[in-house]
């Protein structure tokens, strides 16, 4: 048996026509039943629903065999994942966002302390480091937008597809970190285990993503 870990929402939703691509056809709607084990059209592949930012953890300690996660996520996780193929779905970037009324270039000129609240600490850490901007990391678990709003941070790091909902919120970016895609994730003992159906899986996806990656 072959275990995919998706995760509901717009992973599960840009997974769908790659499955469908490979030959997979998932038996039950997530939206409609409360299953989170899946059934497949093969008999020797299910999926299993689980948080996005639980995937990776899932595929590494063997959960599952493979996953699909973002690179956001991933990014955050420690490694210990083989990581075969961006599928290019799920695509959005991270960027740094203020508020409209905040100079963010003054303030990197001036070299002060900026107050920057994320569910990215690693990455945002990085990306400040990289730049020598001086940062106090504020760690959050949702709803970024809301930090500067009420004084809790100056900046946020969040991930931005449309803008729209920074707009709603009047803020704007003024920082593209990096471009965001969901990624392929392999359990490396599980591909050796199952090396022939996990290869041939990992195959009929890169073919349906359109070569290699
Ligand atoms: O369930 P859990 O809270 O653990 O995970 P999650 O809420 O991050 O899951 P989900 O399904 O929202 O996101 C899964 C993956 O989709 C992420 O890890 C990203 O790789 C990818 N993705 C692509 C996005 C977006 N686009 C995106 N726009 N994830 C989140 N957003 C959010 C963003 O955080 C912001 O709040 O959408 C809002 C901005 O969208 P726009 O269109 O208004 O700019
Ligand atoms: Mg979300």
Known sequence: MITLALSKGRIYDDSLPLLHAAGV??????????????????????????????????????????????????LEHADGLYRPLDLKIARCRMSVAVREDFDYAAAVK????????????QTARQHFAAKGVHVDLIKLYGSMELA?????????????????????????EVERIMDISARLVVNPAALKLKREPLRALIDAFEAAVGGPA
């Open 148 to 172: 500067p709003l009420t004084g809790l941070a100056d900046a946020i790091v969040d991930l931005v597809s449309t803008g729209s909902t920074l707009k709603a919120n009047h803020l704007v």
């Open 110 to 121: 001036q070299g002060s302390r900026i107050r920057v609240a994320t569910k990215y600490t």
């Open 25 to 74: 056809e998932v038996l039950e709607d997530p939206e409609k039943s409360r299953k989170l084990i899946l059934a497949t059209s093969r008999p020797d592949l299910r999926v299993v629903l689980v948080r996005a930012s639980d995937v990776p953890t899932y595929v590494q300690h063997g959960g599952a065999d493979l996953g699909v996660a973002g690179l956001d996520v991933l």
